[in-house]
């Protein structure tokens, strides 16, 4: 087999199965895993793939590289369906965390809906905003720094007052999720340690994934897939993943 036609068939596969391992490859092609990987810097120099331990993941988008005004424009149709599987989750009298998210601001539209009387805390300025009129929910708001869009607050402070709460449950926003690695990952360090700090914190935690984040990675992991109770999705994933989260044990809603 010419090393070209290798190099296709590595993509094809990579492509329908989100991740390759260097040692399957060498056996599939029975060719050294050193000709493997250095195929593997190869097509990486093409951008056709991302290198990672052992092997090789899709190429990777980020959009959390856009401010938030940027991902309002984004459709929401997902969003509406993840905070409606949500909803059904919280129970009168919850103590509820809903962290920076889109998806957790409707999820606060629904809990006005639904006049569920919960406590909320969050530290999404957004969120603030349209529960503060709300009589049936008592209301927490964490400060601290203001992040980078400037639409909530995490760093040290706001790690430190999460800690003296006993959360309920917790509904987490993430920039991506590999389920291949089990990581969970954001774009921001100080966001990633401030949902760290949430999950332990938490009795139980959603993960709020909408279908494109299986395909989106940020550089900070701040979870493992395994740590997480349940990944509340708007649609089941495609086939290789959702087999995946199969292997892995992960209970989708």
Known sequence: MFAKERHQKIVSKLNKTGRVLVKDLAMEFDVSEDCI????????????LEKAYGGAIRVSTNRH?????????????????????????????DTLFLD???????IAKEIINRNIKVTVITNM???????????????IFVGGQINEDRDGFNGTLASSTVKNFVIDKSYIGLTGVDVFSNQVS???????LFKKQIIANSKKSFLLV?????????NFVFAD?????????SELPEKEFYEQLEISNIELL
């Not at 424009?73 to 989750?89: F, G, N, S």
């Not at 897939?225 to 999705?233: A, G, H, N, P, T």
Request: glycine residues 4%.
């Open 37 to 48: 990987r250095k195929d593997l810097t190869i097509l990486q120099k093409q951008n056709l």
């Open 65 to 93: 590289l856009h401010g938030s005004s940027q991902r309002k424009e984004l459709p929401d149709h997902e969003r509406v369906a993840i905070a409606k599987k949500a909803i059904k989750t919280i129970e009168a009298r």
């Open 100 to 106: 920076i998210s889109l998806t957790n601001v409707e």
């Open 125 to 139: 300025i957004e969120i603030l905003n349209i529960l503060a009129p709300c009589n049936n929910v008592t209301l």
């Open 186 to 192: 954001t774009y921001r360090i100080d966001d990633g």
């Open 210 to 218: 909408e279908n494109r984040k299986f395909h989106e990675y940020g």
């Open 225 to 233: 897939l395994r740590e997480i109770d349940f990944l509340l999705v």
